[in-house]
């Protein structure tokens, strides 16, 4: 038999760590979301989860399970994302993986909750002034460059979602995405 709180507080776990908050903030989420949650509920909705060939691939399956539930929620997303979003305004350009891993997750909670967050712009972030270091021109026809850290480690491609260094870019024939 599987135990709910279990699956909740391995559920709350990993939204905390893999999306860079506490685990407080997390709890401060469901509990003052907009929109209810009943995670007792959720857990047992989920019950198709529980597989696995032992008692700790069924816990984390679960957890996995309800923590998208969670993410989906609309009020869970309000509180969640505008803080990964200020990550992203002040990311301090010095490793261009940072920028991507936060532009990730706040993409992904946006996909749970396509109605309320149908693009960037709503967390007031424009995609086309990300922020970085100053760009040289010499690249610019080459590739779709986003953003770059003070390494030269450049996020480029037409999805934003490629790394390759200034370097690279500038051997590259135009169209590098």
Same mark, same amino acid.
């Given at each position: 038999?599987?135990?709910?709180?279990?699956?909740?507080?391995?559920?709350?776990?990993?939204?905390?760590?893999?999306?860079?908050?506490?685990? #407080?903030?997390?709890?401060?989420?469901?509990?003052?979301?907009?929109?209810?949650?009943?995670?007792?509920?959720?857990?047992?909705?989920?019950?198709?989860?529980?597989?696995?060939?032992?008692?700790?691939?069924?816990?984390?399956?679960?957890?996995?399970?309800?923590?998208?539930?969670?993410?989906?929620?609309?009020?869970?997303?309000?509180?969640?994302?505008?803080?990964?979003?200020?990550?992203?305004?002040?990311?301090?350009?010095?490793?261009?993986?940072?920028?991507?891993?936060?532009?990730?997750?706040?993409?992904?909670? &946006?996909?749970?909750?396509?109605?309320?967050?149908?693009?960037?712009?709503?967390?007031?972030?424009?995609?086309?002034?990300?922020?970085?270091? #100053?760009?040289?021109?010499?690249?610019?026809?080459?590739?779709?460059?986003?953003? &770059?850290?003070?390494?030269?480690?450049?996020?480029?491609?037409?999805?934003?979602?490629?790394?390759?260094?200034?370097?690279?870019?500038? #051997?590259?024939?135009?169209?590098?995405?």
């Amino acid at each position: 038999m599987i135990d709910n709180n279990i699956v909740i507080e391995k559920a709350i776990r990993r939204i905390a760590d893999e999306y860079g908050v506490d685990i #407080k903030t997390v709890e401060s989420a469901i509990n003052t979301s907009e929109v209810p949650l009943n995670l007792e509920k959720l857990v047992s909705e989920g019950i198709f989860c529980f597989r696995g060939p032992s008692e700790d691939v069924k816990y984390g399956n679960a957890a996995l399970c309800l923590s998208n539930k969670i993410l989906a929620n609309a009020g869970v997303a309000k509180i969640l994302i505008p803080l990964i979003c200020d990550r992203i305004r002040n990311w301090d350009h010095e490793n261009i993986e940072v920028l991507l891993s936060d532009l990730q997750k706040v993409i992904t909670i &946006m996909e749970l909750n396509p109605d309320e967050y149908p693009g960037l712009q709503k967390c007031s972030i424009d995609p086309n002034d990300l922020p970085g270091e #100053k760009i040289p021109d010499d690249i610019k026809d080459k590739c779709d460059v986003w953003a &770059m850290d003070k390494k030269g480690m450049c996020l480029v491609g037409i999805d934003a979602n490629k790394l390759m260094h200034i370097d690279e870019i500038r #051997k590259a024939a135009p169209g590098c995405s």
